[in-house]
């Protein structure tokens, strides 16, 4: 449910973001920024990292968003990079609370094989993603749409390539 008036006739958050799309829009670029410009992590991984932090931030709207977005990357045979796992929990670790991390973080995932670049594309993931789970919770969206919609939009995001270009196909059809 909507806490906001000017929210109350929208179904979902993705309707809030597409309503203010002007003001919305370069934060939408900052995901497909991160994602097509990493040269370790695949698209696959960043979405495994957003639900988990999403899911720790009890923002269901946007870990099912993701969650969609995942399963669409599955069918095309996309898999996960290798130790991931590790990337999840320094991912989770700074999403719970930044001051924690500390060069012994940093080296951890350095000694499983990551590049300081993938490590700071993680740290952007992680605010960016927190920025909107914050944003979906707090204006009181929740993950109320059916299973097939949130699937149905995860399509949509692989097939027209990427965030903001099912953002940008999203505001064409207001």
């Not at 080296?107 to 927190?130: F, K, L, P, T, Y």
Request: charged share 25%; proline share 2%.
């Amino acid at each position: 449910m909507a806490y906001l008036n000017q929210h109350l006739k929208k179904e979902n958050f993705m309707e809030v973001l597409t309503y203010n799309h002007k003001r919305y829009r370069p934060i939408v670029e900052v995901l497909d920024n991160i994602v097509k410009s990493a040269k370790e992590l695949n698209w696959l991984d960043f979405e495994e990292i957003a639900i988990a932090v999403s899911k720790e931030n009890c923002s269901s709207f946007c870990s099912e968003i993701h969650r969609g977005t995942k399963d669409a990357l599955k069918q095309s045979n996309i898999t996960t990079s290798t130790n991931i796992d590790t990337m999840i929990e320094f991912s989770l670790k700074l999403n719970k609370n930044p001051n924690e991390i500390t060069n012994d973080d940093i080296q951890v995932i350095r000694d499983m094989g990551w590049n300081d670049q993938s490590i700071e594309d993680v740290v952007a993931w992680v605010a960016s993603i927190n920025l909107y789970n914050t944003m979906a919770v707090g204006l009181g969206f929740s993950d109320k749409l059916p299973s097939e919609a949130f699937d149905e939009m995860g399509s949509g995001t692989i097939s027209h390539g990427g965030f903001l270009s099912i953002f940008d196909f999203f505001v064409s059809q207001n």
